[in-house]
């Protein structure tokens, strides 16, 4: 019998251990993975999507459609205690290796892609106070960027319980700046200015109209795929956790901590200037609506808080990057070699890999410019297809009623996955049929590490319905090639 849903149980597991990361370690990281600059940009591209009334519908639906996603985690670290890696090992346990290969490797190549990106913003960050990082993409900020990346690469090597103390205690640092920003907005807060066009019927953005509702619930939402990103980071670490309950206990309550100060800084803005010249204002826009209420000052402390912000993010990446290439590792999914742990505990052979690409991706964009926008869209759209495998097995379960055996539960997670599915479903498609296709190509280059490690452990390579999916990618790889050598599609 092939080994696809097979699982040692957990007694025996290899890599588990009996002391691990607590409550506060996992909802930082999922705070940490969560916040990065997503919140800083949020207030102008906001404001060039929707009228506060459509961005009131549209923050439900999304909170909603995410709460969702947070309980699917939540259910699955209760209910399948067993499985460990979060998306990777959900996909893997429903549906077999090769998915949960793809879940891993899109979920790996997302973070790192996403790290280069946060790095870039970084050093244009950086660049109000010095002119040289400028732009993030100049020869000073790649070696700026490339020295940031080893040191966190060398604190990572001494292993994770150290670096997620350190994400712990910059995941605080970087809500500081974030707290301050609401408070004074509430204070400067006018509400004749929310109100004044509450609907958007009236305000143009550059000479355009908003639309209707509906169509500015339907480009606000499309932002907000992007600020939640890192939400499933406990259940990722769902191996190194001290208890298990806890995992489902950090998403909860990271997403809600999360979700709220999204809100505030979302809300709060509205009040601050109208809406049309808010649209306006230069990313990162919350330091732009910081000057305006208190002085030059206030665009030098939020641009701190960024780069505050942006630290946290890519150690809480680096740090989900290499826990998702070791656990595939240890069950045959990856190669041995990157499941190897260092004195330390650290995953070394994951973690060098990781950075070597990450440096290698930053002087693409020296060579290249790509812009922090087209990474970020990239990163996501690699992310999308775990969730959606998540989600799926949790309805699976539901249906099949495998642990509801005394029926409790049953119909709620039911409910509460078809609607994470649908919500899923939605966000791949919002995320765009071209990030899909080039994801379709990075798995297929990685397929080469799958039979690798398939091979070396001397078990088969794929079963009948997995050679169909390999089909399925390896035509859409094709296609996808062929569009981008005729200049028809474009990701970077």
């Known amino acids: 019998m092939s ?105 790996w190549v997302s973070a790192w892609v996403g790290n280069v990106a946060y790095l870039v913003l970084l050093f244009s960050t950086l660049g109000y106070f010095f002119p040289g990082f400028e732009g993030g993409a100049t020869v000073p900020a790649i070696i700026g960027a490339s020295v940031v990346l080893w040191t966190v690469h060398f604190l990572t090597l001494r292993g994770v319980q150290t670096a997620a103390l350190v994400n712990v205690v910059v995941t605080v640092a970087k809500v500081v700046p974030i707290l301050v920003f609401i408070a004074i907005a509430a204070v400067g807060f006018k509400a004749g200015l929310f109100s004044a066009d509450f609907w958007g019927k009236t305000t143009q953005i550059d000479g355009a109209p908003l639309g209707d509702t509906m169509t500015q619930v339907k480009n606000m939402m499309l932002v907000t795929v992007w600020v939640f990103i890192g939400i499933e980071g406990a259940a990722v670490y769902s191996q190194r956790a001290a208890k298990r309950r806890d995992v489902g206990r950090a998403t909860v309550l990271g997403f809600v901590g999360v979700l709220a100060l999204l809100l505030l800084v979302n809300l709060l ?77 650290a995953p070394a052979n994951a973690l060098w890999l990781t950075n070597v690409c990450v440096q290698a991706l930053l002087l693409w964009t020296l060579a290249n410019e790509s812009t922090y926008t087209n990474l970020i869209y990239l990163a996501t759209s690699l992310i999308l297809l775990p969730y959606l495998w998540s989600a799926a097995y949790q309805v699976l379960l539901a249906v099949r009623g495998e642990t509801y055996e005394h029926g409790h539960g049953r119909g709620r997670d039911i409910v509460v996955g078809v609607v994470a599915l649908g919500y899923a479903v939605w966000l791949v498609y919002a995320g765009g049929w071209q990030y899909v296709m080039v994801a379709a190509m990075f798995y297929l280059a990685g397929t080469g590490l799958y039979l690798w490690a398939r091979r070396e452990s001397r078990l088969p390579a794929f079963t009948r319905p997995e050679m169909v999916v390999v089909g399925v990618v390896a035509l859409t790889a094709v296609l996808a090639a062929g569009l981008m050598a005729t200049g028809n599609l474009s990701v970077l």
């Open 269 to 345: 803005s509205y009040g601050l200037m109208a809406q049309a010249e808010l649209a306006g204002v230069p990313d990162p826009s919350m330091a732009g609506l910081l000057e305006s209420e208190v002085g030059s000052w206030g665009a030098a402390f939020i641009s701190i808080g960024l780069v505050i912000s942006l630290l946290g993010a890519l150690i809480a990446w680096v740090l989900l990057c290499v826990e998702i290439l070791r656990l595939p590792a240890l069950e045959h999914v990856m190669p041995k070699a990157l499941a190897k742990e260092n004195r330390h505990g």
């Open 3 to 107: 080994d696809t849903l097979i699982s040692p149980p957990p007694a025996t597991r290899p890599g588990r251990r009996s002391a691990g990361l607590g409550l506060a370690s996992l909802t930082a990281i999922v705070v940490g993975s969560m916040i990065g600059s997503g919140i800083f940009a949020l207030p102008s591209q906001m404001a060039a999507s929707a009228a506060p009334g459509p961005l009131l519908i549209g923050w439900s639906i999304t909170g909603a459609g995410m709460l969702t996603l947070a309980f699917v985690f939540q259910t699955l670290a209760t209910r399948k205690p067993d499985v460990d890696g979060g998306v990777y090992g959900y996909a893997r346990a429903g549906f077999g290796n090769y998915i949960g290969f793809t879940s891993a490797f899109g979920y």
